[in-house]
């Protein structure tokens, strides 16, 4: 838990475009800073404007209305910059959204008083290295790099090495390599344990092994893995982002990434818990977008 150096005075408010909820809310936040003296820019997540006066870091905070997608796809363009984030839910899973469509008022008025803090949580660096060493692509993660089955329904065998030293090899529909935000999204629904957001540790959970480690694996703190295609079609996917085929013999690498996402939170840091025993007896992945 860290202060930011003073109260935000630039701000951008994005808004979840397939979501229309979401687009005249957003325009209802970015009416009520405006009215309060603060200078905003107002659109969709993808709009090219909003885009590019962020990546100029011309605002010191992100609002994003929407649902975990959203605030997901938020940290991806704020995290390098070092922008913190204030995710407002209507989206239909809020494990990392603390303010929900009702309370942004309150939050908001909080938030002009100074009465918040700064949340910071670990995201992944995952890299896509050839058989021959060179790198294809990387990429940041703020809940997992998950190396699955392609479209073939077989499972893939896969190498995992911790820091050079080799640990086993899964034979699974996949295997998922999560930051501690991300064992409450994917690794979750794979069987994989909750870990408190401010860990920095990776969790490794295999998906759907077959007569093969079973188990979700902690890594220390700093520890770096490297997952290499043995045998089968396999395909990566960052944050629920497009697959990228991964051929025999070339690995995915991942490692805590440079830079962490940073969050806005109101109140103790309990807000965690509470969020997550909202969630613990309902569904709320049925019926609503994200």
């Known amino acids: 838990m860290s202060p930011i150096p003073?109260?935000?005075?630039?701000?951008?408010?994005?808004?979840?475009?397939?979501?229309?909820?979401?687009?005249?809310?957003a325009a209802a936040v970015n009416a009520w800073l405006q009215s309060r003296g603060l200078e905003t820019v107002h659109g969709a997540l993808d709009d090219a404007d909003l885009r590019k006066r962020v990546a100029a870091k011309d605002v010191d905070l992100f609002i994003a209305v929407g649902g975990d997608g959203t605030v997901i796809r938020s940290a991806h363009l704020c995290a390098p910059l070092g922008i913190p984030i204030l995710g407002i839910k209507l989206g239909r899973v809020g494990f990392l959204i603390q303010v929900h469509q009702q309370e942004w008022?309150?939050?908001l008025e909080n938030l002009l008083?100074?009465?918040?803090?700064?949340?910071?949580?670990m995201m992944l660096c995952a890299d896509h290295v050839a058989e021959n060493g060179n790198l294809h692509g990387s990429w940041h993660?703020?809940?997992?790099?998950?190396?699955?089955?392609?479209?073939?329904?077989?499972?893939?065998?896969?190498?995992?090495?911790?820091?050079?030293?080799?640990?086993?090899?899964?034979?699974?529909?996949?295997?998922?390599?999560?930051?501690?935000?991300?064992?409450?999204?994917?690794?979750?629904?794979?069987g994989g344990p909750i870990l408190p957001p401010e860990l920095r540790n990776i969790l490794l959970v295999p998906i759907a092994p077959h007569l093969s480690v079973d188990r979700a694996v902690v890594l220390s703190e700093g520890a770096a893995v490297s997952l290499q295609v043995v045998e089968g079609?396999?395909?990566?996917?960052?944050?629920?982002?497009?697959?990228?085929?991964i051929p025999p013999g070339e690995s995915v690498?991942?490692?805590a990434g440079e830079f962490p996402a940073l969050f806005v939170r109101f109140g103790d840091a309990g807000y965690f818990y509470r969020?997550?025993?909202?969630h613990m007896n309902q569904n709320p992945s049925i019926g609503m977008p994200r």
């Not at 008083?113 to 949580?121: A, N």
């Open 6 to 25: 003073s109260i935000p005075q630039r701000v951008a408010v994005a808004a979840y475009s397939k979501l229309p909820e979401s687009v005249s809310e």
């Open 105 to 107: 008022h309150t939050a």
């Open 113 to 121: 008083k100074g009465e918040f803090w700064i949340e910071s949580r």
């Open 141 to 190: 993660a703020l809940n997992e790099a998950a190396l699955c089955r392609g479209e073939q329904v077989r499972p893939v065998r896969l190498s995992a090495s911790v820091d050079g030293h080799y640990l086993t090899t899964y034979v699974a529909d996949g295997l998922i390599a999560s930051t501690p935000t991300g064992s409450t999204a994917y690794a979750l629904a794979s």
């Open 233 to 245: 079609e396999a395909v990566l996917s960052v944050d629920g982002q497009p697959a990228i085929p």
């Open 253 to 255: 690498s991942v490692r």
């Open 275 to 278: 969020n997550l025993t909202a």
